[in-house]
């Protein structure tokens, strides 16, 4: 149910996620549990209740394994250089990663691999800007914001074969 600050919190496969708009644009998708922040607050408008609305369907169409792609208006707040990360980030197709080097090399900053891991880490709209498919050297799983066990999950749902904290090989 949306409350009277424009936030909507789902249960997924993943945890419990807490949703959050302002002026019809999503700005927030947070892991409720793993939330060390204060909630952020959305505006109760009828463009915030409809976004928070389509923001929730699309959700549970990608976890069925009926979404691959998002189609919601984002509203991130960061800095010039965390704002083309995200944007980098949206580039990264459904099934796909990269690592943090390359990422890096992607926004023009080849050598700031550990400032884009920042940028990641700082993302306030996780999943729909999928940090998640970012991974670093050697295939290995790194931090997120969910915790690994919600980056394994949101891995497998988009076809990652996992060999423990690593991503294996797809190709057969």
Known sequence: ????????????????ILLAAREGELTHLLFADRQRRPAPMGDDTLAAARI??????????????RRRAFDLPLSPSGTAFQLSVWSALLEIPFGETVS?????????????????????????ISIIIPCHRVIGRNRRLTGYGGGLPAKK????????????????????
């Open 100 to 124: 943090y080097g390359e990422l890096a090399r992607r926004v023009g900053r080849a050598k700031a691999a550990r400032a884009v891991g920042a940028a990641n880490g700082a993302n306030p």
């Open 52 to 65: 928070l609305a389509d923001a929730e369907k699309q959700l549970q169409e990608y976890f069925c394994g």
């Open 153 to 172: 999950t949101l891995l497998q749902l988009e076809g990652g074969r996992l060999e423990g904290d690593q991503l294996g090989n797809t190709a057969d």
């Open 1 to 16: 149910m949306i409350n009277r600050h424009g936030t909507l919190l789902i249960h997924s496969p993943v945890g419990k």
